[in-house]
Structure formats: structure tokens, C-alpha cells
């Protein structure tokens, strides 16, 4: 009888966990669903309404260099510049903010002492709360003619590389891809320290002691053990910025909007990326067409960054993996 009354209790609570489980899995599963929805419907409509236009396009849309619609029977628009000035700005961006970025990550984690290392850590995080019209600003007023005199010293030795020509550009006359790049840098630098900074943290305290016990040097302590258990995070937070880099419009407008167009991979070249692109015929999306050339090119953004993060997750895993 006592056998049996003890028992009972054991398989009441075994139900009962059974079922929280099931609701705590069927909870996540639909929290994780959500957000999957959540994407395949952004790209659903952002689809549906680009057809169309892409349909009624009567230049190349992969190909085409102008992006003219003004008349709604006559669109004529293409996303090469567009993709253009994106990628290169935001690729320069990210040279320049990764090395600086994890240097700062490994001089707070590493180096610097702790007294020092906080209020030095809450000060590089601020800059992320500076808002994107601040940067462009800066970057359009301050920093453009500051950067004149090093653009006109890249295009003059180093003129016959097609990344440093200026062909028809002046480059005392306003940003260039070169400005905006740098003010991008700027923007996704707290992303990538903070990132770096949260994953050398957590390196494991016995791999660096373990380190030392052998005589390596504080340099040696870092390469053999603190970068290489950081690197899927570095790479992490280096994708997050240039995700950041390839969205942003206030700044990157507001820099670029007096540089000539762009004509070929040079960084001083001037133009649209896609997001402002967008951002700066807002104020017309009125008819259906022209609006849709438009959401054509947002669509296209869209796939880019979901590329780009997709491949940067399988490049994180491959070097857990290694």
C-alpha cells in the first residue's frame, strides 16, 4: 500500500514536467517561428510590389546606370551604381573599423587596467547612441576637408589604381565614398569593440594561465589563446557592422549628396547606395511604379544583407569547427 502511495506523487510530478516542457518548447518554437515569418513576409511584399515595376522597366535593372522615374510610362532604372557605391563604401568601412576595433577590444580586455578599462569601455559604447544625422553632419562639414589634402595625395601617387582615380570627380568639392567610408568606420566601431570585447572576456582563465605556466609572452598569451577562442565572435561582430554599414542612410546622404555620380570602383568616386537612395525620393512615392522601382532596389539590399550574415554564420561555424 505504501508502495503504491509513493509512487503516485513521482508520476504526478513526471506528468507535470512533461507538460511544462511542451509548453516551453511549443513557446520557443513559435517564438523562433515568428521571426521567420517575420522575414518571409517583408520579402514577400517587397517582392510583390517590385514585379511590376521591374516588368514595366525599359532598361537592364542588373545592368543600367541611370535610375529616371519621373514617368510613370517610361521607367528606366538600374541598381549598378547603386550596388556599387554600397559595397565599396561599406567594405572600405569595415578595413578600417575591424583592426582598430578589435586592437581597442584586446588593449581593454588584455592590457589596460581595470580603473581604466571600464570608463575607457562606457565611452566607446557611447558612440553608438550618437545619432546618424550627427555623424553625417560631422562627416560632410569637418571631416571631408580635413580628408581633402590625404584623397589628393592617394590620387596622386597611386592614381593608376582604379580604386584611387578620380576621373570626374573633384575631390575638394565635397564627400566621396572615401568620406563616407571613414564616417561609416566611425559608426560601426562600437559595435565590433563591444562584440570582441564580450568574447575575449570569456576566454577561459585556465588556456591563458596555462599560457604563461609555458613562459609565453603577453603577445604569445594572445595569439594562442585569447584570438583564436574570440574568433567566431570577431567575426560575428564584424558581419553586425557591416550590416549596420550597408543600411545606413541619414549619414552616408548627407555626406555623398554634392559628390559627383559614380562611374567606376573608385573610391572617390560620389552617388547613391541603396538606402539612400531610397531615403531621398521618400517625399515622391505617391504612384505605384515609380514607388516600386524603389522597393526593387530596397528588395535587393534586403537579399544582400541576408546574404551577407548567412555567410558570415557559416564562416563563424567553420572556424569553431577548425
Known amino acids: ?5 509513493s509512487t503516485r506523487p513521482k508520476a504526478k510530478s513526471k506528468a507535470h514536467n512533461q507538460r511544462a516542457e511542451f509548453i516551453f518548447r511549443s513557446l520557443a518554437t513559435a517564438a523562433g517561428a515568428t521571426i521567420v515569418a517575420a522575414i518571409a513576409l517583408i520579402a514577400l511584399f517587397l517582392l510583390i ?8 522597366n525599359e532598361s537592364n535593372f542588373f545592368t543600367s546606370t541611370e535610375f529616371d522615374v519621373r514617368d510613370a510610362d517610361n521607367l528606366h532604372f538600374g541598381i549598378r551604381d547603386l550596388f556599387m557605391v554600397t559595397v565599396l563604401s561599406s567594405v572600405f568601412a569595415l578595413l578600417i573599423a575591424v583592426p582598430i576595433g578589435v586592437g581597442i577590444a584586446l588593449c581593454l ?22 545619432p546618424s544625422i550627427v555623424f553625417g553632419l560631422w562627416g560632410f562639414l569637418v571631416l571631408a ?23 570626374n570627380v573633384t575631390i575638394a568639392g565635397g564627400g566621396t565614398i572615401f568620406v563616407a567610408g571613414v564616417v561609416l568606420a566611425v559608426m560601426i566601431l562600437p559595435i565590433i569593440t563591444s562584440v570582441s570585447r564580450e568574447v575575449f572576456n570569456l576566454t577561459p582563465k585556465a588556456h591563458i594561465e596555462a599560457a604563461q605556466a609555458l613562459g609565453a609572452t603577453k603577445w604569445e598569451v594572445v595569439r594562442m589563446t585569447v584570438l583564436p577562442y574570440g574568433r567566431s565572435g570577431m567575426i560575428a561582430g564584424s558581419m553586425l557592422g557591416l ?11 548627407i555626406v555623398l549628396r554634392t559628390a559627383a555620380q559614380a562611374g567606376h570602383w573608385s573610391l572617390f568616386d560620389g552617388g547613391f547606395t541603396f538606402a539612400s537612395k531610397i531615403a531621398s525620393a521618400a517625399a515622391e512615392f505617391n504612384e505605384a511604379l515609380p514607388t516600386g522601382a524603389y522597393i526593387a532596389a530596397g528588395f535587393v539590399l ?4 541576408f546574404v551577407v ?11 569553431v569547427n577548425a
Open 1 to 5: 500500500m505504501s508502495t503504491k502511495t
Open 109 to 130: 580586455t588584455q592590457y589596460a587596467p581595470k580603473v581604466l578599462a571600464r570608463p575607457f569601455a562606457i565611452l566607446v559604447d557611447l558612440l553608438a547612441a550618437v
Open 145 to 167: 576637408p580635413q580628408l581633402a589634402p590625404v584623397q589628393e595625395f592617394l590620387n596622386d601617387k597611386l592614381g593608376w589604381l582604379f580604386l584611387f582615380s578620380d576621373g
Open 302 to 305: 534586403f537579399a544582400l544583407t
Open 49 to 56: 510590389r517590385a514585379v511590376p515595376s521591374v516588368m514595366a
Open 309 to 319: 550574415n548567412a555567410l558570415a554564420r557559416l564562416a563563424a561555424g567553420g572556424k
Open 243 to 253: 550590416g549596420r554599414a550597408l543600411g545606413e542612410t541619414i549619414a552616408v546622404l
